[in-house]
């Protein structure tokens, strides 16, 4: 594979990962390999990253897909790649003259993973890259290695790491750094035990690079960077995120609400303008001899919607919801006024806890389950019944010029779906829309009565914050 190949596949990659990347960006990116040379890899990665890269938040999904394309051993003949040198029939970090460490590996599982600890605490006292690149390279192929069919052979990281156990050399490096020394303070010491446990985690980052290199060699590039790469924070699906993942996703949302205030703001200028008055536009054209030339719009008077959220928080669906609150809240200088109401089975309003939820975003759906009425004697998921006392208690906040989100999965727990109720608020408000954070194919199955509801009101799927954000800054009216 050239190196021109690599860098078409790196693009063709981040591109599948959301990346926005054109041409021009593409040819960029070569002429700054032309520019830095294939010598030093890592000045390669910081080129690639300039030309194509339009901020830092993407650059660890970057730094994976790179490490794909540009690995740092070689595993196939002939494939040529560029960013490392190595004389051939030698791994890299080898010396020609000692010969292929692989041939005086020991065949017995015990004792190779005791010689490769003991390697792996030489290098890491020694801070040796090289060498630790090639032992996370010995070890992914002695200890990583499972399956039995050429169909079914891999390498996992996890069963390398489980077995090699780096973690557990800290005391033994420990003692390597401190001998030849007069002792050393407990500070010191502290200081010492850190850049220790960095130098391990960033070997544990090497075993997993080098564990996708060779899938990504057997099962090919493009489908490993795909599959096995994570995405970026706005394709975290909301139903799968973790709490890393969701602190990472808050942590999108000012970002996202500025790029949707710009959008909605130039959706407001345009609509400002109005559409063409025919009668006064064919009138001022007697004037030109029955020619149009001077189309005359109808002004529009400017004025900003009303948006009320209605928010499932319960179960999985609370990290979505959350997050839409917490976006919408920051967009809300868009809005003439923002309402939102929580529900579980009972409905309640939230406006104040989510204006103040800014400054801690992660304590939102605790401070919500604890200060407001959202269950009643049991703590499953009821829309029926929370629909029906919005429309009893909060009625008055629909109005001509309000547009409901209602976010939730529509699952009902086998309970009545109140459908009059979701009708009375479509016919009070401007337009309402719902969000499912599931997919289409699950709607209607199992305790979902998704397809019920969607016949009374627009119901559109809404998985991750990139969906999210295309959903609000299209059919928000202006």
């Known amino acids: 594979m050239t190196a021109a190949d690599r860098v078409t596949g790196l693009v063709r990659a981040l591109r599948a990962h959301g990346f926005g990347i054109g041409t021009g960006e593409t040819v960029d990116a070569g002429l700054a390999l032309e520019a830095v040379g294939f010598d030093d890899r890592e000045r390669m990665r910081a080129a690639l990253a300039a030309t194509l890269l339009h901020g830092e938040d993407r650059r660890p999904v970057f730094d994976r897909v790179f490490d794909l394309y540009f690995p740092l051993v070689e595993a196939l003949p002939g494939d040529e790649v560029p960013g490392r040198t190595e004389t051939a029939g030698h791994p890299a970090g080898a010396d020609p003259g000692d010969g292929d460490p692989a041939a005086d590996r020991p065949t017995d599982p015990a004792r190779l ?27 992914v192929g002695g200890l990583g290695g499972y399956g039995s069919s050429p169909g079914s052979d891999g390498w996992s990281s996890y069963q390398t790491l489980s077995r090699l156990r780096p973690e557990t050399l800290l005391v033994r490096v420990r003692a390597m750094l401190r001998e030849g020394t007069d002792g050393a303070s407990e500070f010191a010491d502290r200081l010492t035990d850190d850049e220790i446990r960095r130098r391990i ?11 996708r290199r060779r899938v990504a060699e057997r099962q090919g590039r493009d489908r490993v960077a795909r599959r096995a790469v994570g995405t970026t924070p706005d394709r975290i699906d909301f139903l799968l995120a973790g709490r890393d993942q969701l602190d990472e996703l808050r942590r999108t949302v000012r970002p996202l609400a500025r790029r949707l205030a710009t959008r909605l703001a130039a959706r407001r200028r345009k609509a400002a303008r109005g559409e063409i008055d025919l009668r006064r536009t064919l009138r001022r054209s007697l004037s030109t001899g029955g020619v149009p030339m001077r189309p005359v719009l109808r002004q529009r008077r400017p004025g900003r919607p009303e948006l009320v959220l209605l ?21 809300h200088d868009q809005f003439s006024r923002v309402r939102v109401f929580a529900f579980v089975n009972r409905t309640d309003e939230v406006t104040d806890l989510v204006a103040r939820g800014r400054a801690d975003p992660a304590g939102l759906g605790e401070r919500i ?33 309000t547009v409901v989100f209602v976010l939730g999965d529509a699952r009902t727990n086998n309970s009545d779906p109140r459908l009059p ?18 997919q289409r194919s699950l709607w209607s199955t199992g305790d979902s009565v998704a397809h019920a509801y969607a016949e009374l009101v627009d119901m559109r799927p809404c998985r991750d914050a990139r969906q999210l954000g295309e959903l609000i800054g299209r059919l928000l009216p202006v």
Do not use: K
Not at 201 to 210: G, L, M, P, S
Not at 369 to 398: K, M, N, P
């Open 113 to 139: 993973r005791e010689q490769l600890r003991e390697r792996l605490a030489a290098a890491l006292a020694a801070g040796d890259d090289a060498a630790l690149n090639q032992l996370a390279g010995e070890a």
């Open 201 to 211: 985690e960033d070997f544990r980052a090497r075993v997993r690079t080098e564990a």
């Open 311 to 331: 928010c499932d928080v319960s179960g999985s669906v609370a990290g979505f919801a959350h997050f839409t609150m917490l976006l919408v809240q920051a967009l």
């Open 369 to 401: 389950l604890a200060e407001a009425t959202v269950t009643g004697w049991h703590g499953q998921s009821d829309y029926g019944t929370a629909l029906d006392e919005f429309t009893e208690r909060h009625l008055g906040a629909l109005g001509p010029r």
């Open 421 to 438: 109720a979701l009708a009375l608020i479509a016919e009070r408000a401007r337009r309402v829309y719902w969000l499912n954070p599931e």
